[in-house]
């Protein structure tokens, strides 16, 4: 196969994903996962190596361009292997499967990631990134390929009985072991932990690299609100502040980068990721509610408008990511010298940003690799707009609009540069994020444009991922549509329809949200042990089915599936929902006791069973009910659900049979608020509405 400049292409050029296109043009004869690499693995009597990474992932451009791009390396690997390579993000099920097999092998894991395995798809042998010639007491791929020929060709034995001691492991470690219960103290547990690992200087968890994690903070600031815990609160706060200020904020573009790779959220790795946009849009919406810092709704908005501009289809999905890399380089795009800021700007402005911004003309970071500086600046702040303002005898209104204008001004100059690849295939599970995400701000902030930006969302997916018969898809790209939902993708978009449900009252939100919440159950629960599978019942059989709920740069989708049970189980009286919760709480107890900052979202679920919550039934139609809706957006309540019961909608008299005992009062909007399956009296005033709720 060749393409129209004639150069041979691979099997990938056949692809959809922008990862598997990166390497149509290798020399290595690589496959797509499926039947035929392993067909012709088994028919030549050949091992099979599995790499698997993603668009956006620098280290896997590392590898790329040294190895896969070689053509001696490339002979090596087509003689001794067949090659397949797997987009991770297209195909979580089996990444997660065969990086818990690294992780069981080495310690550790991470991307790029290459297993080696039969040709019935057990493996023996995984590492991740491997150079091209061994170094630092470390095999390369021109070392490696030659031993792992030898030993299947010689010690065919010894593979075998490594695989069946990895697949034993492997399925092990997939079973968990149930507790009868589940105990409150493993919330404190988990705050002293936070409160332990928390950088008191620069924010943050650990030292270095530093990641955002935001629901862990979210967590946090549940914590805080359950037992007045002000040091929970100003950890949450000191942390989104410090990332704000940070060269891990794209300060001209808007923004998050993936994580710091020091501890002051200097020197970010410039990947941007639809997730992190997400979780932690949500995170400095909560936020908001619970400081009313006014730095947390800018960041919001920056970060909404980024997306707006650069990562939103024009049909209503959102793209994937972005590259770190442009132009071979990691963080060229987004890096400055004084010089170009100085010809790019008048004298006064130049100098404000290059001051305000703290660039300095030798850089202000040291390379990574030789630990010099370059020249470059990554443009952060020291000082708080008000503190810059006070220097300057300005006034903070004032100097907040002139660097914004200033910003804007870099940002038209930036586009002129050679920008970062753009992953552009559309994701479910992270469109549900953001779903949520823009719902929850949306209401929060009284921004009609993020709701319906998020409402635009719900319907690229139902329009082009729910299809009738067969439930939810993955992944779309250029008009094609692929891979069957998996348990993430449903519990997001669960998620982002309850936001979105509270965020605007259209009864069919709540509608799809149960009907898509049954489906997540027929297809993927446990019905002996409790807990969801990652994958459908009816998916490919790799090494067995897993069950997720480690909470690492996402939420696990058993952490979001807990708490959207709980959710909609009081919103329309479904008490078998709620129970279901508490078996997924039982059956992982134990993992999350031995170490309870791994499960920031698991542990949400927790704090709603035993942070008293409640169900704020609203009577009354939407449009005259806005002075009981808005304080409760207004307000940091996590542990309530809001139901709207609108005497002309039917759809919500039949979705929810119990509202017929919850009417309006003296023919106006009335509130009931229930705690412990018990409500307070109705009341037609907003203002008695929230003391109810304070008092509990």
């Given at each position: 196969?060749?393409?129209?400049?004639?150069?041979?292409?691979?099997?990938?050029?056949?692809?959809?994903?922008?990862?598997?296109?990166?390497?149509?043009?290798?020399?290595?004869?690589?496959?797509?996962?499926?039947?035929?690499?392993?067909?012709?693995?088994?028919?030549?009597?050949?091992?099979?190596?599995?790499?698997?990474?993603?668009?956006?992932?620098?280290?896997?451009?590392?590898?790329?361009?040294?190895?896969?791009?070689?053509?001696?390396?490339?002979?090596?690997?087509?003689?001794?292997?067949?090659?397949?390579?797997?987009?991770?993000?297209?195909?979580?099920?089996?990444?997660?499967?065969?990086?818990?097999?690294?992780?069981?092998?080495?310690?550790?894991?991470?991307w790029?990631?290459?297993?080696?395995?039969?040709?019935?798809?057990?493996?023996?042998?995984?590492?991740?990134y491997?150079?091209?010639?061994?170094?630092?007491?470390?095999?390369?791929?021109?070392?490696?390929?030659?031993?792992?020929?030898k030993?299947?060709?010689?010690?065919?034995?010894?593979?075998?009985?490594?695989?069946?001691?990895?697949?034993?492991?492997?399925?092990?470690?997939?079973?968990?072991?149930?507790?009868?219960?589940?105990?409150?103290d493993?919330?404190?547990?988990?705050?002293?932990?936070?409160?332990?690992?928390?950088?008191?200087?620069?924010g943050?968890?650990?030292?270095?690299?530093?990641?955002?994690?935001?629901?862990n903070?979210?967590?946090?600031?549940?914590?805080?609100?359950?037992?007045?815990?002000?040091?929970?609160?100003?950890?949450?706060?000191?942390?989104?502040?410090?990332?704000?200020?940070?060269?891990?904020?794209d300060?001209?573009?808007?923004?998050?980068?993936?994580?710091?790779?020091d501890?002051?959220?200097?020197?970010?790795?410039?990947?941007?990721?639809?997730?992190?946009?997400?979780?932690?849009?949500?995170?400095?919406?909560e936020?908001?509610?619970?400081?009313?810092?006014?730095?947390?709704?800018?960041?919001?908005?920056?970060?909404?408008?980024?997306?707006?501009?650069?990562?939103?289809?024009?049909?209503?999905?959102?793209?994937?990511?972005?590259?770190?890399?442009?132009?071979?380089?990691?963080?060229?795009?987004?890096?400055?010298?004084?010089?170009?800021?100085?010809?790019?700007?008048?004298?006064?402005?130049?100098?404000?940003?290059?001051?305000?911004?703290?660039?300095?003309?030798?850089?202000?970071?040291?390379?990574e690799?030789?630990?010099?500086?370059?020249?470059?600046?990554?443009?952060?702040?020291?000082?708080?707009?008000?503190?810059?303002?006070?220097?300057?005898?300005?006034?903070?209104g004032?100097?907040?609009?002139?660097?914004?204008?200033?910003?804007?001004?870099?940002?038209?100059?930036?586009?002129?540069?050679?920008?970062?690849?753009?992953?552009?295939?559309?994701?479910?599970?992270?469109?549900?994020?953001?779903?949520a995400?823009?719902?929850?701000?949306?209401?929060?902030?009284?921004n009609?444009?993020?709701?319906?930006?998020?409402?635009?969302?719900?319907?690229?997916?139902?329009?082009?991922?729910?299809?009738?018969d067969?439930?939810?898809?993955?992944?779309?790209?250029?008009?094609?549509?692929?891979?069957?939902?998996?348990?993430?993708?449903?519990?997001?978009?669960?998620?982002?329809?309850?936001?979105?449900?509270?965020?605007?009252?259209?009864?069919?939100?709540?509608?799809?949200?149960v009907?898509?919440?049954?489906?997540?159950?027929?297809?993927?629960?446990?019905?002996?042990?409790g807990?969801?599978?990652?994958t459908?019942?009816?998916?490919?059989?790799?090494?067995?089915?897993k069950?997720?709920?480690?909470?690492?740069?996402m939420?696990?989708?058993?952490?979001?599936?807990?708490?959207?049970?709980?959710?909609?189980?009081?919103?329309i009286?479904?008490?078998?929902?709620?129970?279901?919760?508490?078996?997924?709480?039982?059956?992982?107890?134990?993992?999350?006791?031995?170490?309870?900052?791994?499960?920031?979202?698991?542990?949400?679920?927790?704090?709603?069973?035993?942070?008293?919550?409640?169900?704020?039934?609203?009577?009354?139609?939407?449009?005259?009910?806005?002075?009981?809706?808005?304080?409760?957006?207004?307000?940091f309540?996590?542990?309530?659900?809001?139901?709207?019961?609108?005497?002309?909608?039917d759809?919500?008299?039949?979705?929810?049979?119990?509202?017929?005992?919850?009417?309006?009062?003296?023919?106006?909007?009335?509130?009931?608020?229930?705690?412990?399956?018990?409500?307070?009296?109705?009341?037609?005033?907003?203002?008695k509405?929230?003391?109810?709720i304070?008092e509990?």
């Amino acid at each position: 196969m060749s393409d129209s400049s004639g150069r041979n292409q691979n099997r990938l050029a056949k692809e959809s994903s922008p990862y598997l296109l990166q390497h149509a043009d290798n020399p290595v004869d690589w496959y797509p996962w499926g039947n035929e690499a392993f067909e012709k693995a088994r028919e030549e009597d050949k091992p099979v190596l599995v790499s698997i990474g993603y668009a956006t992932c620098h280290w896997c451009h590392v590898m790329a361009h040294e190895s896969f791009e070689d053509e001696q390396v490339a002979q090596l690997m087509n003689r001794t292997f067949v090659n397949i390579k797997v987009d991770r993000e297209e195909r979580p099920d089996i990444d997660n499967t065969y990086m818990l097999v690294c992780q069981m092998l080495t310690g550790s894991g991470g991307w790029p990631l290459n297993v080696f395995l039969t040709p019935d798809k057990k493996p023996f042998y995984a590492e991740t990134y491997i150079p091209k010639v061994g170094r630092q007491g470390r095999p390369g791929m021109r070392e490696l390929i030659p031993w792992i020929s030898k030993l299947w060709e010689n010690d065919r034995e010894k593979i075998i009985n490594s695989t069946d001691e990895i697949v034993t492991a492997f399925q092990k470690s997939t079973v968990f072991d149930a507790s009868d219960r589940w105990d409150s103290d493993i919330l404190d547990e988990a705050y002293y932990q936070y409160e332990q690992q928390f950088d008191q200087r620069f924010g943050g968890f650990g030292t270095s690299p530093k990641f955002p994690s935001p629901h862990n903070l979210m967590f946090l600031l549940r914590y805080a609100d359950c037992y007045q815990n002000s040091k929970a609160l100003a950890m949450v706060e000191q942390t989104l502040t410090c990332m704000r200020m940070g060269g891990v904020f794209d300060q001209v573009g808007g923004g998050f980068h993936r994580y710091s790779t020091d501890r002051k959220w200097l020197v970010p790795h410039f990947e941007k990721m639809l997730y992190d946009q997400a979780m932690l849009l949500i995170a400095y919406t909560e936020g908001w509610q619970f400081t009313k810092n006014d730095l947390f709704k800018q960041t919001v908005d920056e970060i909404c408008s980024y997306l707006m501009r650069k990562m939103r289809d024009q049909d209503g999905g959102f793209y994937s990511a972005e590259d770190a890399d442009s132009e071979g380089e990691e963080g060229k795009f987004y890096v400055w010298s004084t010089e170009e800021v100085r010809e790019m700007l008048p004298m006064s402005e130049a100098e404000l940003f290059i001051e305000a911004y703290n660039l300095v003309d030798e850089g202000n970071y040291h390379d990574e690799a030789t630990g010099r500086k370059t020249g470059k600046n990554i443009p952060h702040l020291q000082k708080s707009f008000k503190e810059l303002a006070q220097e300057r005898e300005m006034k903070p209104g004032k100097l907040r609009s002139t660097l914004a204008a200033i910003r804007e001004k870099l940002l038209k100059q930036r586009q002129k540069r050679v920008h970062p690849l753009l992953d552009d295939k559309i994701l479910t599970d992270w469109n549900g994020l953001i779903m949520a995400a823009l719902a929850k701000a949306g209401s929060v902030f009284d921004n009609q444009d993020y709701i319906a930006k998020a409402e635009q969302c719900w319907r690229f997916i139902k329009d082009k991922l729910l299809v009738e018969d067969s439930g939810l898809k993955h992944r779309y790209r250029n008009g094609e549509v692929a891979i069957d939902g998996h348990a993430d993708d449903y519990a997001f978009v669960i998620w982002g329809l309850i936001e979105l449900y509270e965020a605007t009252f259209k009864t069919e939100y709540l509608q799809y949200a149960v009907s898509l919440n049954q489906q997540l159950i027929k297809g993927f629960w446990d019905k002996e042990s409790g807990g969801f599978y990652f994958t459908n019942e009816s998916a490919e059989e790799l090494l067995g089915r897993k069950k997720e709920i480690y909470d690492g740069a996402m939420p696990s989708g058993n952490s979001i599936a807990m708490m959207n049970l709980l959710r909609l189980g009081r919103m329309i009286g479904n008490t078998e929902w709620e129970q279901m919760a508490d078996e997924s709480l039982k059956l992982f107890t134990k993992s999350i006791e031995q170490t309870p900052t791994s499960f920031g979202a698991a542990l949400q679920s927790v704090d709603f069973v035993e942070g008293d919550s409640r169900e704020i039934i609203i009577a009354g139609s939407r449009d005259y009910s806005d002075a009981f809706i808005h304080p409760l957006y207004n307000h940091f309540l996590p542990r309530s659900v809001v139901i709207l019961n609108d005497p002309q909608d039917d759809l919500i008299q039949d979705l929810v049979p119990y509202l017929s005992d919850f009417g309006m009062q003296n023919g106006e909007p009335t509130a009931y608020v229930c705690q412990n399956y018990t409500c307070e009296l109705p009341t037609n005033d907003p203002r008695k509405m929230m003391r109810l709720i304070r008092e509990d």
